[in-house]
DNA sequence: CTTACGGTTCCATTTTACGAAACTTGGTTT
DNA sequence: AAACCAAGTTTCGTAAAATGGAACCGTAAG
């Protein structure tokens, strides 16, 4: 986390700070953590109020996240997320279950949710894309840790809580056997192990060679479909998995060999 | 454009650059642009990278931004922005109109949408959170360059292009009189100055104290409805507006009533 | 008037970033 | 195969910056 990228480094990490608070915090509660001088801190916050990743309220003298961050992240997702590709197979996969859809990618060991489709209220928005959950008691995250590199698995795994949030959550030996089976079913349950009563099917997204670039998922409430409706999706949502990445393929890296001796400049 | 805020200006100029493409983007690509040399650029591009700002495909050597963006833009979004704030409102205008409405922000002299509910979709999402456009020929805009103080008008009126969209667009003159206008009514009306065919009717949001928080508008495409059928509308914005600004107000500075008054002029 | 506190500015010192040039890598031409 | 070239990476002396302790300012309380 405290990467020591030199002063961009330092400014990005005040800027996390600022938005781990969730809310407008003044400088002296900033200054109070310790993490830098008086001066030193000063400076970070003008400098990243002047480039628009923080507002200033004079008035308050509070500091909150900038607008920049917004137009920023829209361009993020809309060419570097799996969402703009995914969203027909998502739009249609909801429709054919009558379930939420999620669609996520793995950040520095964190899920991030980058799309949600429920099929009654259409396109959820902003509020869902861009929260994050754990990698080891979702459905997606799962899903993805499982085709994880070893190399990556193992690091990712090192960051994770193990939290119990319900009873039926996974420990860390318990997912190392689940993680297994979810390489040979190719599909991942989430069997109320983040929210009670909440139970969810999941697919790794991958791309040709096999990288893992995020996961679909399909939710339910337990005793509405119950786990064996959710059984039933499972292929679909393998299928719809599948769809995403070939289409990601083609999307993002339009063909290969070929390409490169007319390319020419 | 970019004011030189030493290392982290730069850094986050190139990480504009980068989100400019609307793809991903070679190192050459971005050296060729002539703007820092080589190990420069090079740096930092490492440090963006290492900083989850931007993710490097080892395979194609591009560069793309990165899924730290989407989260931190959550935050943004969901802390500072007036969209949680407003979303009951915005919901139940677009209700009552059976129109698009949109909500928006000031960002450094542009407009920037922060949330869209169109009656029939329902909520839309993130790829119309984090939108552009201009200032001087969209409603939203002209509502918000209307109630600036003038100082801040005044610059924010030295970025604005100009450009003739539409044979409506207005020019520097011609929006002057009009914000005039709009300060008397209070309403702003786009009649097709920004794309043909698209009207709208937008209503400034302010705080207790005057100060320009964000806008609200209906839009409507002309010959469905027609900008009489909007001019019912008008109202209906103003007072949306009006309502959105104390929620605001109660819910980011609580405790701060009384001083407000007392603060005016 | 005095003290205390949050915030801002100064400036000598240290650290960091800079960038021309050298080098490495992988693919193409002779 | 050797020479070549372009793209990307590393080096290193120098130049520029960030740093942070201390002084300063404005406001609110004692």
Redesign the interface.
């Given at each position: 986390m405290a990467?020591r990228?030199?002063?961009?480094?330092k400014?990005?990490d005040v800027?996390?700070r600022v938005?781990a608070y969730?809310?407008?915090v003044r400088f002296s509660e900033l200054l109070a953590e310790g993490r830098y001088p008086k001066a030193t801190l000063y400076r970070?916050l003008q400098?990243?109020t002047?480039?628009?990743?923080l507002?200033h309220d004079p008035?308050?003298g509070q500091y909150?996240?900038?607008?920049?961050?917004?137009?920023?992240?829209?361009?993020?997702?809309?060419?570097?997320?799996l969402?703009?590709v995914a969203r027909p197979h998502v739009d249609a996969l909801a429709a054919r279950t009558g379930q939420v859809v999620h669609l996520a990618?793995l950040?520095?060991g964190q899920v991030?949710y980058?799309?949600k489709v429920s099929p009654r209220?259409?396109?959820?928005?902003?509020?869902?894309?861009?929260?994050?959950g754990p990698a080891y008691c979702t459905g997606v995250g799962k899903a993805m840790l499982a085709f994880l590199p070893p190399r990556e698995a193992e690091a990712v795994l090192a960051q994770q809580s193990f939290h119990a949030f319900t009873p039926a959550t996974l420990d860390a030996a318990a997912l190392g056997a689940d993680l297994e089976r979810i390489r040979a079913e190719g599909v991942a349950w989430d069997r109320e192990e983040h929210e009670p009563g909440i139970v969810c099917v999941a697919a790794p997204i991958l791309s040709r060679?096999g990288r893992v670039l995020g996961a679909v998922s399909v939710t339910s409430a337990l005793g509405r479909d119950g786990l064996d409706g959710l059984a039933g999706h499972g292929e679909d949502v393998r299928r719809t998995a599948r769809a995403i990445g070939e289409d990601a393929q083609a999307w993002?890296?339009p063909e290969r060999a070929e390409m490169r001796i007319a390319e020419r400049g």
């Open positions: 990467a990228d030199g002063t961009v480094g400014a990005l800027l996390d938005a969730g809310r407008p970070l400098v990243l002047s480039q628009g990743l507002s008035d308050t909150g996240l900038g607008m920049r961050l917004v137009r920023l992240a829209h361009a993020a997702w809309a060419t570097a997320s969402a703009p990618q950040d520095g991030l980058v799309d209220a259409g396109v959820e928005m902003f509020s869902a894309s861009g929260r994050i060679g993002r890296f």
